[in-house]
């Protein structure tokens, strides 16, 4: 068994089945749980990275009325919305935003909306659903640890017999 795990291949193979156990179990918490980590910088722009149900979603503010606490903050809420990270369909949500675009395929999400009341609050976002990360993660990891290594060919040289 300690021979298994010598090659690269096999170390790799196990931190990628880590990673996609670690996001397995952020999408089971993202039911309940929505973590947000922003990064906030001059002039008004701030970058989020979400994690929720529907996936992992970075979104791009920009406020240039509004002043924001440059850095990089954590925050933590439960979820709210039938555990949607935006609800879109929701009238209250609605009534405070309005959604300039958005595009739909397979779990991921792509758009942008604006607050009704300042023009120049913008949100740009992007969501990956999860699947899409685990199973490519899942199915390397499984190529990575249950493949042997290639060894190398040895040739032998046919003698000629003598006479």
């Not at 990956?128 to 042997?148: A, D, E, M």
Request: glycine share 6%; net charge positive; charged share 20%.
């Amino acid at each position: 068994m300690e021979d298994f795990f010598k090659q690269w291949r096999r170390k790799i193979g196990l931190m990628t089945l880590l990673l996609a156990c670690l996001l397995t179990a952020a999408w089971g918490r993202g039911h309940k749980t929505t973590d947000i980590i922003t990064f906030e910088f001059e002039g008004g722009v701030s970058h989020c990275f979400h994690t929720s149900r529907d996936g992992l979603m970075w979104e791009r503010y920009s406020a240039r009325a509004r002043s924001v606490d440059q850095g990089i903050h954590w925050f933590q809420y439960p979820v709210k919305y039938s555990g949607r990270v935006f609800p879109f369909e929701e009238q209250e949500w609605l009534l405070i935003n309005q959604l300039s675009s958005r595009r739909q395929l397979l779990g991921f999400d792509f758009g942008e909306w604006r607050e009704r009341i300042h023009a120049d609050y913008g949100v740009i976002y992007f969501i990956v659903p999860y699947w899409s990360i685990i199973l490519p993660l899942t199915l390397l990891s499984t190529r990575l640890i249950l493949t042997k290594c290639c060894q190398p060919k040895v040739t032998q040289s046919v003698s000629e017999p003598e006479s």
